[in-house]
């Protein structure tokens, strides 16, 4: 009886070491090229990729819609409204006038266009100085090759956006987000200028955010708190901010009352972290510098995806539960040290409940997972 029970702990443990929980239902070939971005509600997800297009599909894999942009734009972000399953779709379009549009669409699941998110307080005369001011080096560097090479006739006009164009942002759109009450959309850019919009479309307020990080995200703790990645904590109801001190080199994803503080792929960060908000107790995970590149969570854990390709699912005390996704063996260097690669996964997302979980790779194939316990 004792070697019953042993045995059957081992099979548990090996079960729970070696991913037998999320099982591959379906595997897509209609991208065909890296997928960039997944966002996901309750019945559908959807997957945006280097190929300029977005495809919304549910569960079975039966595709819903397919969104094309023009030739030279691309998909930076997406977000589903959740109450009416439509979709918000941060796109950058390229002009006739080779100025570049960033805007938001809202878009139904037949694909038709809801709604434009215009910032109709954006001023061209504004918009010429925060170019301006983010641009000098290239500007300056333009000028100096004009100097010393003047017989080569190079174009000088600078490709600042036109608000004439109908904006939503004067630069590349990072991140958006809904908040959980679905009254509000936050979208965030390269600039770090976040701005708030009701639903409808009408933006009500602008923030800069001052940080050093070359990638700005932001989730919603509660409908009128925003955490801003890493570690700045923004009230947008009074525009109270606090900052979580320690943690500015590191990415962060927030689940209830923990943040999960991961690997910083442009900076050489320490150990990752889960930090108890509520108690403020720091907990030290441990990955054998497999660090993640991309975290995800549902109701009530958290979901990595290391630089070994490798999905990892941990419970909210930061405890291994399972690990899945290898497809291959590739020895590879990264920073420096050799590593295992097992799959070609560069992006994940949880379904809202973590049944499922999708995964898209640098080829554009997209896995759906799914919980079997």
């Known amino acids: 009886m004792n070697r019953l029970s042993l045995l059957l702990s081992l099979f548990l443990i090996s079960k729970l070491s070696f991913g037998q929980e999320y099982k ?21 997800f959807v997957t945006g990729s280097n ?32 109450d009416s399953n439509s979709l918000f779709v941060a796109i950058t379009e390229s002009k006739a006038n080779d100025c570049n549009k960033y805007i ?8 038709e266009l809801i709604k434009e998110f215009i910032d109709t307080f954006m001023s061209q005369e504004k918009v010429n100085l925060i170019y301006l001011e983010h641009n000098t080096g290239k500007i300056n560097a333009e ?35 809904v908040s959980p009450n679905q009254q509000l959309m936050a979208s965030i850019d390269k600039y770090n200028f976040l701005k708030i919009w009701r639903i409808s479309g009408k933006l009500i307020k602008s923030f800069q955010i ?20 890493p570690n700045i904590i923004l009230n947008i109801a009074n525009n109270n901010s606090h900052k979580i001190v320690g943690f500015e080199d590191y990415m962060a994803t ?24 509520k108690g403020r107790e720091l907990k030290d995970i441990v990955l054998n510098d497999d660090y993640s590149l991309c975290v995800t969570t549902s109701t009530d854990k958290f979901g990595l995806l290391g630089v070994d390709g490798l999905i990892r699912i941990l419970n909210l ?33 949880f379904s809202p ?12 194939k997209v896995i759906i997972w799914k919980n079997e316990k």
């Not at 001052?210 to 990645?229: A, C, G, M, P, R």
């Not at 927030?254 to 908000?277: A, G, T």
């Open 24 to 44: 591959a239902i379906k595997t897509i070939h209609k991208h065909s090229d890296k997928i960039t971005v997944i966002a996901t509600c309750k019945n559908y």
């Open 51 to 82: 190929d300029r297009s977005v495809i919304v599909w549910d569960y079975n894999g039966k595709q819903k819609f397919k969104y094309q942009v023009s030739e030279k734009g691309s998909i930076n972000a997406l977000s589903f409204l959740s």
């Open 104 to 111: 938001i669409k809202h878009l139904d699941l037949t694909g």
């Open 143 to 177: 000028i100096n090759i004009i100097k010393t090479f003047p017989t080569l006739n190079i174009d000088t006009h600078l490709k600042i956006p036109q608000v004439k164009d109908k904006l939503s942002h004067q630069i590349t759109i990072q991140d958006i987000k």
């Open 210 to 229: 001052k940080n050093e990080k070359k990638d700005t995200y932001i989730s919603f703790l509660s409908d009128t708190t925003l955490l801003v990645t």
């Open 254 to 277: 927030p689940l209830n009352d923990k943040i999960y503080f991961s690997f910083d792929y442009n900076i050489q960060s320490e150990s990752e972290k889960l930090y108890d908000n």
């Open 317 to 349: 005390n930061g405890e291994l539960v399972t690990t899945f996704g290898k497809d291959r063996d590739e020895v590879k260097t990264f920073r420096g040290k050799t590593i295992h690669k097992s799959s070609e996964i560069n992006t994940i997302r």
């Open 353 to 364: 409940e973590g049944e499922y979980l999708i995964s898209g790779d640098n080829n554009g």
